[in-house]
């Protein structure tokens, strides 16, 4: 292993495991003795120091697999048995990313030049930004209930803000500032629009989404078992998929209630504000208007339902769906395997910064939108063998419609360790790239 020096970013802020996965070869997938269903990769780490034997590692006498692409290392594997509907997929291995990430920075060290802020973002988020308030200051005298509202909140609002979610998203790894402080307060801004404050609540929850990849009770991405019992049917995954944002927004504060800081209490006072000016100066149709806009963003709208057939060239049926389609694709079990989290190379990316390179975005949080791209193309042979979505109303459509496919297919671990995954940041110029240690 090359030496830590040798590096222009400190490797040991990339977090994972000191040595790549160990041999090639494949491991079985097994069950728990609560008969959920659960997996072991080659990532897979030990809690011993005993030494691994043909007795302590099951398959340790077999002839490793050839692999052609180092990043077959991280293929998938189908779920044997059969994974159990009443249970999620218990997994004994870590989340994959960390080891990934010290496998592709020892195969291309120059992936650290990626990394740092993106001055473009704030651009963008100044244009979408007045894009909505223009919309807000038209509509202020347009009935809540005609059907000029009802469009502009669909067509306009609903783009807009699910691009605002995506720019917080992106601020919260602190990329479009280099400092914490200017990322924060930005933030805050481009949450104005919203109507709700969620900035900074968000940015602790998500960078735990990201130290602590499907860990139980950490991780609030991960649906909970009452969820999963009560939404099993088609119409209880299509009731999750048109009020998904609710389930977002209410299930960390019920799952992992953290305690309120100065910083979520400026993000509140600042929104809360915002929406009185709002109301006083152009009254409650606008302010209805930025609310609309948020749930157009974040949840299935009636008029987008009807995509049984799924052509590329349905462009506009797939933006109304994107922000919802993006958070079921990227971390939802599909095709009877293991793999939990899914990339989206299609042309939605533009609309919402490419959160659809998922797997690149785990491997390096610290990479900008702008560059995730060049990344996928750096490492390909890490990114080329993993399964993918073509489409992204064709993933909801399947999650609704498809008995195999539910709340229970999510990869989930028992939390074991005290601290998660640092990696993804770096030093000098980068320090606070990725936003992973500055919670």
């Known amino acids: 292993m090359a030496p830590v020096n040798d590096l222009r970013t400190r490797f040991d802020l990339f977090g994972g495991v000191e040595e790549l996965p160990p041999s090639l070869r494949h491991r079985p997938m097994v069950r728990s003795d609560s008969s959920a269903s659960s997996t072991e990769s080659p990532a897979s780490t030990s809690e011993s ?7 302590t590692t099951p398959g340790l006498d077999e002839v490793p697999r050839p692999f052609k692409f180092p990043g077959e290392q991280w293929a998938p594997n189908v779920v044997e048995p059969k994974q159990d509907h009443g249970d999620f997929l218990w997994a004994l291995n870590e989340e994959p ?3 990934r990430r010290k496998a592709i920075m020892k ?24 894009v909505q308030f223009s919309t807000a200051f038209y509509l202020r005298d347009t009935a809540f209930f005609s059907w000029k509202f009802w469009l502009l909140a669909y067509v306009i609002g609903g783009t807009a803000n699910q691009n605002t979610f995506l720019a917080v998203h992106e601020i919260t790894h602190n990329l479009a500032f280099r400092g914490v ?7 805050i801004f481009a949450n104005l629009p919203i109507g709700v404050p969620f900035a900074m609540m968000f940015k602790r929850y998500h960078i735990e989404h990201h130290k602590f990849l499907g860990e139980d009770g950490i991780d609030t991405d991960l649906p909970s078992r009452l969820e999963l019992l009560v939404l099993k049917t088609a119409l209880g995954k299509a009731f999750f998929c048109f009020f998904q944002i609710f389930f977002y927004a209410l299930r960390p504060g019920i799952v992992r209630p953290l305690q309120p800081t100065r910083w979520v209490a400026i993000n509140a006072t600042v929104q809360l504000s915002f929406n009185a000016l709002v109301v006083k100066t152009l009254g409650w149709n606008s302010m209805l208007y930025f609310l609309l806009s948020s749930h157009m ?26 922000a919802l389609l993006a958070q079921i694709a990227e971390h939802y079990l599909f095709e009877g395997h293991d793999q939990e989290t899914w990339s989206y190379y299609g042309p939605l990316n533009i609309l919402c910064y490419n959160v659809g390179l998922h797997q ?41 419609t498809d008995s195999d496919v539910g709340m229970w297919s999510r990869v989930k671990r028992k939390s074991k360790k005290p601290s998660g995954d640092e990696g993804g ?11 992973l240690k500055d919670e």
């Open 297 to 322: 963003a974040g949840s299935l709208h009636p008029c987008a339902a009807h995509f049984a057939s799924l052509p590329p060239s349905h462009l506009r049926r797939e933006r109304a769906l994107t």
């Open 97 to 99: 990313h960390r080891s």
């Open 360 to 400: 690149e975005h785990h491997d390096f949080p610290a990479i900008p939108w702008t560059r995730l791209w060049k990344l996928k193309a750096l490492a390909p042979e890490f990114y080329d063998v993993l399964p993918s979505h073509p489409s992204w109303p064709g993933v909801t459509w399947r999650f609704i």
């Open 107 to 130: 195969a291309h060290p120059e992936v650290t030049k990626l990394m740092g802020h993106e001055p473009l973002t704030k651009y963008v988020v100044l244009f979408v930004t007045l």
């Open 425 to 435: 940041g770096g030093e000098g110029k980068m320090v606070n790239a990725g936003g």
């Open 49 to 55: 120091d005993e030494p691994d034997t043909a007795a």
């Open 181 to 187: 402080r200017a990322n924060r307060l930005f933030a």
